[in-house]
């Protein structure tokens, strides 16, 4: 079998994202599987058979992307994958997990850096990254949670909490939520009212509240 | 007009299924099941799709049909795209069955209230129409798909009692025609050469499908994209505060690429069995 393009489309923030393979035949080219399958060595299991017509047009339909440039050899026990920056990934399932663990470990402790710094847009991004490559680790949820919290936005915190509800008891979710909570809030303890003031107020003001944090 | 046509089909086509039940060493027709009944009227209608374009419905709060997005995008339909040649360009496609095919990250099951709203519009048919035009064969008698889809296109939501006639009688159980398990008999529509979409249930709707309205029962998507998108977090608060059901699931494991499926199943298995 070859792999000529994967049933997925996403837009770079829906990335890093490990994507299901579009498979070809090679003894028939006009043979297409797609998912929903699993994959078991080198089968493809309960997958759906389309000719290369059918699937041309799911691409024209958005619906799955094809390699401009032709297929790549299947391998068993690999798994692909698209980087942040759109590049594709086919590596061996152990590598791959490896690689997306780590990037989510790396983007947690940036969120947390950006957190502690006050840059809640950029510590949601990368919160947003750290779940993306790995969405069983529950420090991004409970970091978004600290972040709408801390925005007012009660709903959004809750929400969290729903989603975070398989991963971990809810308890030392609420936990996890109050340290990130006191993390943004020992830098910046009340940015809402630096809007009224100074520029000059605001700079004199952080440093000195952030240093007895 | 338009209706009496779907009607007249809907009352052949079932004729014909009964003819071919009760032929001489036929399956025979099964007695009425309660349970086909039930599940034949209540089971939602499945729409999934690319995580690009769900967030992008969820932004919009529509389904919108190729047509319409294309209008919106300011560029033409592909001209020869299976869906043009059929005459449904205009249509969003969905499947009164859980999510199929190719999608494997996110979907919207609809309440079957959306046929009755839509039943001056909208259609069915007792197959995939694209399957019709590319996979599967279809019979001599027909010069094109399109004629045979003009006479096998019925009317929403009364194909359901198409659907019953077949869940109860060519499935070993009906429950088969929602889990996937192919029928027992193959019925007398004469297609030949498919899989799943020579049975499972199109519905097209005209033109959008509204996604904030009562007709929509349960959102699912792969936790990571719920939490990383605005748009489709904004849906997930939505359905919070208006008790619909929202499952938000792994992303794929190692090998496993069938968990929207699964999700979906075990979800109306909750609700309908």
Redesign the interface.
């Known amino acids: 079998m070859e792999i000529i393009g994967y049933?997925?489309?996403?837009?770079a923030?829906?990335l890093p994202?490990?994507v299901?393979p579009?498979f070809r035949l090679k003894a028939d080219s006009d043979v297409v599987l797609?998912?929903?399958?699993?994959?078991?060595f080198d089968a493809v299991v309960?997958a759906?058979?389309?000719?290369m017509?059918?699937a041309e047009?799911?691409r024209?339909?958005?619906?799955?992307t094809l390699f401009p440039a032709g297929g790549q050899p299947a391998e068993p026990g690999h798994?692909m994958w698209l980087h942040r920056d759109g590049r594709r990934v086919y590596q061996p399932?152990h590598e791959a997990?490896r690689t997306l663990d780590q990037l989510s470990a790396e983007a947690i402790e940036r969120a947390i850096l950006q957190l502690a710094k006050g840059q809640l847009d950029l510590a949601e991004d990368s919160?947003?990254?750290a779940?993306?490559s790995n969405?069983?680790r529950v420090e991004?949820?409970a970091i978004?949670a600290a972040i709408r919290r801390r925005r007012g936005l009660a709903?959004?915190a809750?929400?969290?909490g729903?989603?975070a509800r398989p991963l971990i008891e809810s308890g030392a979710f609420v936990n996890l939520v109050n340290y990130y909570t006191r993390l943004i809030t020992a830098i910046e303890p009340v940015r809402p009212v630096l809007k009224s003031l100074s520029p000059m107020d605001a700079i004199a003001t952080i440093p000195a509240r952030a240093a007895r944090a | 007009m338009r209706r009496q046509r779907l009607e007249s089909n809907l009352s052949e086509q079932c004729q014909r299924l009964r003819e071919y039940l009760s032929e001489p060493g036929g399956p025979g027709v099964a007695t009425t099941s309660t349970r086909a009944q039930s599940l034949s009227q209540q089971l939602t209608v499945s729409h999934s799709?690319?995580?690009?374009?769900f967030?992008k419905a969820c932004e919009e709060s529509n389904l919108f049909s190729?047509m319409l997005l294309a209008e919106r995008a300011g560029r033409s339909v592909?001209s020869d795209?299976?869906d043009v040649r059929m005459g449904t360009a205009n249509c969003v496609f969905l499947y009164a069955a859980p999510?199929?095919?190719?999608?494997?990250?996110c979907g919207f099951l609809f309440s079957p209230s959306l046929e009755e709203e839509r039943r001056d519009d909208g259609a069915a048919s007792p197959f995939d129409t694209?399957g019709l035009a590319?996979?599967v064969g279809f019979p001599a008698g027909y010069g094109t798909p399109i004629e045979f889809l003009g006479r096998h296109e019925f009317p929403l939501p009364d194909h359901r009692e198409y659907l019953q006639l077949t869940m109860e009688n060519l499935f070993s159980k009906p429950e088969d025609y929602i889990e996937g398990t192919a029928p027992r008999h193959a019925g007398c529509l004469g297609l030949a050469g498919g899989?799943?979409?020579m049975w499972t249930h199109e519905v097209r709707v005209p033109d959008r499908v509204p996604l904030r309205g009562r007709h929509l029962r349960a959102v699912f998507a792969?936790?990571?994209?719920?939490?990383?998108?605005q748009h489709i977090?904004d849906l997930?608060?939505w359905c919070?505060?208006e008790s619909v059901d929202?499952i938000?699931f792994?992303?794929?494991g190692?090998?496993?690429?069938?968990m929207?499926?699964s999700e979906c199943l075990s979800y109306l298995k909750r609700k309908l069995y």
């Open positions: 049933a997925d489309d996403r837009d923030t829906m994202a490990v299901p579009v797609l998912p929903p399958y699993s994959l078991h309960r759906t058979a389309v000719t017509e059918e047009h799911l024209l339909m958005e619906q799955i798994q399932v997990r919160a947003s990254e779940i993306l969405d069983r991004p949820l978004k709903a959004e809750r929400l969290m729903e989603i | 799709t690319t995580p690009r374009l967030a190729a592909v795209a299976v999510f199929r095919y190719p999608n494997t990250a694209g590319k996979h899989d799943a979409r792969h936790r990571a994209l719920v939490v990383s998108n977090q997930f608060l919070a505060n929202r938000a792994d992303g794929p190692d090998d496993d690429f069938e929207l499926q």
